[in-house]
């Protein structure tokens, strides 16, 4: 059974903090790795994909694999207030750019 | 400019009367898929497809059906809708060349009575 598992949080951080956030994955078969922030109200919007070979650095996040693991984890450095989100992983099951989902954490950045 | 869209938005109705919500895309991605998100249980794929005429079941395809007729549309269709389908809709679309060129529509809250 394909599983995503993600902390439904809330993870609460002050400003200009790092926020790390995690999920693990049960499929030792999967290649690809999405991230998603969903503002309350709104659609997802993919942020952040890395395949099984690498980490991936974008301005201010950074996607990172552990695949002996089997957890994915999203680092928000110097976090805005704008970041507060639910943020939902994503993992591409047996060798698959289809994406199963992780609940979500929501992410807090308090001023 | 590159967009998902859904109809209709929100949705009041009754159990048994049937109902499509449709999806269109502009940027001719290959795959579509729908899902469904409700409180504490995350996004649940309904049913995806890789390319016209090919769709195929997700997790939670009972009580739904669709059809992929041509490539930018791909209408989720409630046969007979009953009350445990009121959600949130989600339709999505992504080039299979460009796995990050992913795009979710604005979403159709449906209520089902």
């Known amino acids: 059974q394909k599983e995503v598992e993600q902390n439904s949080g809330p993870l609460s951080v002050p400003e200009g903090a790092i926020a790390s956030l995690n999920c693990t994955y049960s499929?030792?078969?999967?290649?690809?790795f999405f991230w998603y922030r969903q503002y309350s109200g709104k659609s997802p919007e993919l942020i952040m994909f890395?395949?099984?070979?690498g980490d991936k650095e974008d301005g201010r996040f950074t996607a990172q694999l552990n695949k002996a693991s089997q957890y994915v984890s999203l680092l928000i450095r110097d976090s805005q207030p704008s970041d507060s989100a639910t943020y939902l992983c994503a993992v591409g099951t047996g060798g698959s750019y289809i994406p199963t989902f992780g609940r979500g954490t929501s992410l807090i950045v308090h001023p | 400019e590159a967009q998902v869209t859904q109809n209709p938005r929100y949705l009041i109705t009754v159990t048994g009367k049937k109902l499509t919500v449709t999806c269109s895309q502009n940027?001719?991605?290959?795959?579509m898929s729908w899902y469904r998100q409700d409180p504490g249980l995350g996004l649940r794929q309904i049913y995806y497809s890789m390319n016209v005429e090919v769709t195929d079941k997700g997790d939670v395809p009972e009580g739904y059906k669709v059809s992929r007729k041509e490539k930018r549309n791909f209408p989720l269709i409630l046969e007979s809708p009953s009350p445990n389908q009121t959600s949130l809709y989600f339709c999505?679309?992504?080039?299979?060349?460009?796995?990050?060129?992913?795009?979710f529509g604005p979403g159709t809250r449906l209520t089902v009575l």
């Open positions: 940027m001719n991605h290959e795959y």
């Open positions: 499929d030792r078969g999967s290649q690809s």
């Open positions: 890395i395949y099984s070979n």
């Open positions: 999505a679309s992504t080039g299979l060349e460009r796995v990050d060129e992913q795009f």
